[in-house]
Nanobody, 123 residues
Framework: QVQLVESGGGLVQAGGSLRLACAASGRTFSGYAMGWFRQAPGKEREFVIGITNGGITTYADSVKGRFTISRDNANNMVYLQMNRLKPEDTAVYYC?????????????????WGQGTQVTVSS
């Protein structure tokens, strides 16, 4: 069992940066790939970025070059660094855990979800 709690959301101007954190509880954290999804108003939840236990990453094309993900396995933490933010990045961001890097990209294959944190980018 893994429980995920996000923090760090807020309001930022376009071009700015924001860092989200996800605290994971549970002894099996290191066995999961971790990632982030987002859901904008009126839209479906979409994959953003993911990372394996060993640090291999995968990105959605829309965030390549702007967002990075990292994890601290010793402290059961995952971070999403978002730079050069755009108004279209406005969404609720969800931390997610899945069994593989392939699975972390697919909403239906996510094993655990956080409750979400709001990110709003003003123009």
């Amino acid at each position: 069992q893994v429980q995920l709690v996000e923090s760090g959301g807020g309001l930022v101007q376009a071009g700015g940066s924001l860092r989200l954190a996800c605290a994971a509880s549970g002894r099996t954290f290191s066995g999961y790939a971790m990632g982030w999804f987002r859901q904008a108003p009126g839209k479906e939840r979409e994959f953003v970025i993911g990372i394996t236990n060993g640090g291999i990453t995968t990105y959605a094309d829309s965030v390549k070059g702007r967002f990075t993900i990292s994890r601290d396995n010793a402290n059961n933490m995952v971070y999403l660094q978002m730079n050069r933010l755009k108004p279209e990045d406005t969404a609720v961001y969800y931390c997610a855990a899945a069994r593989s890097l392939t699975a972390i990209r697919v909403q239906g294959r996510i094993d655990y979800w956080g409750q979400g944190t709001q990110v709003t980018v003003s123009s």
